[in-house]
């Protein structure tokens, strides 16, 4: 007979905030168990930049599918939510985009009562979990997720760029 397994925390999900959570806890001693329902990324799919199309077809195992509840705005329409069913999450099907979001969506949600979600109470954590090699008070550099900009450029990317620079919009060290 076995002996049972005892852990001191389960956390479900093993995309980017699960296995940080999962490392953090670990870290201060913790017994963790992680558990995730997809398979694992390493499939040509998600390695391989092309492959990524494939992952947004409803056939794909890596993707759960989500859809919103009817957009008012959006003529009752749903949108697609593709969320990451598999290790690695959602970072694992999206090319390995690190967005945040806008802190004004933040402020939002905190002034529709979503209390402590304001821009200024999650900045921390932001900074927290991110190993940015861009140092300033909105990017971390000790985290475990490594967050950088992208360094050479398509022409199209550049272009688009060069275009909001000719807007009026300034170029930054940061996420444009």
Not at 21 to 49: F, K, Q
Not at 64 to 93: A, C, H, K, M
Not at 145 to 160: G, S, T, V, W
Request: proline residues 5%; neutral net charge; contains cysteine.
């Amino acid at each position: 007979m076995s002996e049972a397994l005892e852990f001191d925390y389960v956390i479900g999900g093993a995309g980017s905030a699960g296995c940080v959570l999962a490392r953090r806890l670990a870290d201060a001693g913790n017994r963790v168990l992680l558990i995730e329902a997809g398979p694992r990324d390493n499939s040509w799919v998600i390695r391989m930049p092309a492959g990524l199309r494939s992952i947004f077809k409803p056939s794909s195992r890596y993707n759960y599918w989500f859809e919103t509840e009817p957009q008012r705005n959006l003529d009752n329409r749903r949108i697609q939510q593709p969320r990451g069913r598999v290790l690695g999450g959602s970072s694992s099907i999206n090319g390995m985009t690190w967005l945040r979001g806008h802190p004004l969506d933040y402020e939002r949600w905190e002034q529709e009562g979503a209390t402590n979600w304001g821009w200024k109470d999650c900045l921390p954590y932001f900074r927290k979990i991110e190993r940015s090699d861009v140092s300033s008070a909105y990017r971390g550099t000790d985290g475990f997720i490594h967050a950088q900009r992208q360094e050479h450029l398509c022409p199209l990317n550049q272009a688009f760029l060069d275009a909001g620079v000719e807007a009026g919009f300034p170029l930054t060290d940061d996420v444009n």
